[in-house]
């Protein structure tokens, strides 16, 4: 397991934007672990949103957030980011940071049952 610390989340207007952080624990690195962002809305379940492999640099988005959410990866810093502009009402939710080493993103969103969660960050858009 990977210790996860996010930040970043909080209250914007629709069609603003926010950045999302996640930190591997001090002495931890992400340089072998893909890294990926999920989101929950109560009584719904969580939700795959965008992910970075852990080598190569590929990256991958659910469709409802494409061209609007970015992730990236400074693995300098051990950290993942999740960029979102043109927030949108719909994209309220806890965002949590997961990771899982030494393997693909597909598999990380397949069965998140040995992922590493960070404890969630909450973005409430409003309309």
């Known amino acids: 397991q990977l210790p996860l610390i996010e930040s970043g989340g909080g209250l914007v207007q629709a069609g603003g934007s926010l950045r999302l952080s996640c930190a591997a624990a001090?002495?931890?690195?992400?340089?072998?672990?893909?890294m990926g962002w999920f989101r929950q809305v109560p009584g719904k379940e969580r939700e795959f949103v965008a992910g970075?492999?852990?080598?190569?640099?590929?990256?991958y988005y659910a469709d409802s957030v494409k061209d609007r959410f970015t992730i990236s990866r400074d693995n300098a810093k051990d950290t993942v980011y999740l960029q979102m502009n043109n927030l949108k009402p719909e994209d309220t939710a806890v965002y949590y940071c997961?990771?899982?080493?030494?393997?693909?993103?597909?598999?990380?969103?397949?069965?998140?049952?040995?992922?590493?969660w960070g404890q969630g960050t909450l973005v409430t858009v409003s309309s």
């Open positions: 997961a990771a899982r080493n030494r393997a693909a993103v597909a598999t990380m969103v397949r069965d998140s049952t040995e992922n590493s």
């Open positions: 001090p002495g931890r690195t992400i340089s072998s672990y893909a």
């Open positions: 970075a492999g852990w080598k190569g640099g590929s990256t």
